[in-house]
């Protein structure tokens, strides 16, 4: 018979976890109950690490969006699938992302990126990925080659 995973077992794993990157609580839910801990001891122990500030889905989320947005010069679908796929909730994702892109539009992200990469370097399709609306996709697009059939 396997012995019990104790509480401490499962503290120390998770500060192990932490100690490698940021982990959103979703995935370090996963990563521990992968390891064979049961539900209620990962619910206390993600209590615990709140409560002492290990962990703040709010803060992290808010910093992967700001460095998405501004550093990885993403559209807000990517970085909505991004962040999903970290484990962070939707409607958290998207409230943050609101306030971001007051500060930094997403339209300003595209042109930055256009830029920084040469219209002639950029297919649709590679803007699209990044996620930027196919509209402003177009948009943007058009108007960077007029500007260069004007020069």
């Given at each position: 018979m396997k012995k019990q995973k104790t509480p401490e077992?499962?503290?120390?794993?998770a500060l192990r976890i932490l100690s490698r990157g940021d982990v959103g609580e979703a995935k370090l839910a996963e990563k521990l109950g992968g390891k064979g801990f049961d539900p209620a001891t990962v619910k206390g122990v993600l209590t615990e690490l709140r409560?002492?500030?290990?962990?703040?889905?709010r803060s992290l989320c808010e910093r992967l969006v700001r460095y998405l947005a501004r550093e990885r010069l993403m559209g807000n679908r990517r970085i909505e699938a991004t962040l999903l796929k970290k484990g962070f909730a939707f409607p958290l994702i998207r409230e943050i992302l609101e306030k971001v892109r007051e500060e930094w539009p997403e339209e300003e992200a595209l042109n930055t990126y256009v830029n920084k990469k040469g219209p002639e370097n950029l297919t649709p399709g590679k803007l699209l990925y990044q996620g930027f609306p196919p509209a402003m996709?177009?948009?943007v697009l058009q108007r960077s080659f007029r500007n260069d059939d004007s020069q």
């Open positions: 077992e499962a503290k120390r794993e409560k002492l500030g290990y962990i703040n889905d996709v177009y948009e």
